[in-house]
């Protein structure tokens, strides 16, 4: 049978570990705040753990009362390094409200040993709330920030607020017994040993998290256009690669649309760069608003763009245009008192499994050109 002892004392020295290289981490300089605060929570986590596990081995006032004392500070910083990751700042005055009416129950009516059941089912409460206070913010970052590691968080904490939930109602039925390593019930031993595997895991999904931030980071460094967020050269060439491989070798259709601002000069002239910016996030908000799921927008130079529309044809990509136009003069109108700028565009529709990107934005440019370009140009077969 597990010794549930030793599975606590082993708990608390992992958690201790993982706390003080959290701690070094952010030494370096490297990281932000919420890592402190994460290396903080998981030392006074193991600390409150290992106590637990030296019960009737140091005496009360260290065991049961400094383990408490290490693990509701803990447990609420450990919500704190979520916001914090997060980017909200923590709600200390709440945090204070909620531990300050816990003092004198734990360390004056519940403080003798033999209350191990209403102080176990009072701590276990805490830990469940704040583990689903935790999975909601995960929830939020996954939608936010599209963070898939979010998604792991989400189940582990999810799995560890189940398991207080259920220790609180064993404490409060009576099912735990009267003293945690005398009798050891299988339920105890059992929630134990889940959690205990879990807390690892637990850490192992904020490192997941940080690094898939970071990753998607870089990657907008890199693809993406610093004024409007739409995808730049590289990062349009990159969408179209995967697009053409996925579609392979189907002969799935594609439209090519060349958008163009009319008239950015003179914005940027008569009211200022920041006026000529605006109109630029004008075009990707219309793109994104009245456009398909699947598009892919980028902007090359100046008031340029390229919209690549799979599984779309001539007809649909001209009236998506249409929309895009109409909803971009409309915001324009309102912003700009003077000057109406607006939307010029050229359509080419493909049909070929293997199309050359540069060929096909040349020809879109070319049909947006006006009447001088080839009638011809609203078919290409690449």
């Not at 959290?22 to 600390?47: C, E, I, K, N, P």
């Not at 609420?76 to 909200?88: D, P, Q, V, W, Y």
Request: include cysteine; charge should be positive.
């Amino acid at each position: 049978m597990i010794d549930l002892r030793t599975l606590y004392i082993t708990t608390g020295c992992v958690s201790l570990c993982l706390g003080m290289l959290q701690l070094t981490a952010f030494s370096t300089r490297r990281f932000d705040r919420w890592v402190m605060f994460w290396g903080v929570s998981s030392v006074l986590l193991g600390l409150g753990v290992l106590l637990t596990g030296l019960r009737d081995l140091l005496p009360p006032a260290i065991a049961v009362h400094a383990g408490n004392l290490a693990t509701v500070p803990g447990y609420l910083m450990l919500l704190a390094t979520m916001r914090m990751f997060a980017g909200k700042r923590p709600n200390w005055v709440a945090y204070g409200l909620v531990a300050a009416p816990m003092a004198p129950l734990l360390f004056g009516l519940w403080s003798d040993p033999a209350d191990f059941a209403p102080r176990v089912a009072l701590i276990s409460a805490l830990c469940a709330v704040c583990d689903l206070l935790i999975f909601r913010q995960a929830v939020k970052l996954y939608r936010e920030e599209g963070l898939t590691s979010a998604l792991i968080t989400q189940g582990l904490f999810a799995l560890t607020a189940t398991i207080y939930c259920a220790r609180t109602f064993a404490a409060l039925a009576g099912w735990l017994g009267e003293d945690l390593f005398a009798t050891s019930p299988p339920l105890q031993t059992g929630l134990a040993v889940v959690a205990s595997t879990v807390v690892a895991l637990r850490s192992l999904s904020f490192l997941l998290m940080a690094v898939e931030r970071s990753d998607k980071a870089w990657e907008r460094l890199v693809f993406r256009d610093p004024v409007t967020g739409a995808l730049n050269a590289a990062g349009l060439k990159a969408s179209f690669e995967r697009w053409r491989d996925a579609v392979a070798p189907s002969h799935e259709t594609l439209s090519v649309v060349s958008l163009k601002i009319e008239g950015l000069e003179r914005v940027s002239e008569a009211s200022g760069p920041a006026a000529a910016e605006r109109l630029l996030q004008f075009v990707v908000a219309a793109a994104s608003r009245h456009g398909h799921a699947d598009q892919i927008l980028s902007r090359s130079s100046g008031g340029h763009f390229n919209l690549l529309l799979p599984s779309v044809d001539r007809s649909g990509a001209e009236a998506l245009v249409q929309r895009v136009r109409s909803h971009f003069e409309l915001v324009a109108m309102r912003s700009l008192t003077t000057l109406r700028p607006t939307i010029s565009a050229g359509i080419i529709e493909v049909s070929s499994h293997m199309p050359v990107l540069d060929l096909l934005l040349e020809q879109a440019e070319e049909a947006r050109g006006g009447p001088q370009a080839p009638t011809k140009r609203g078919l290409v077969t690449a």
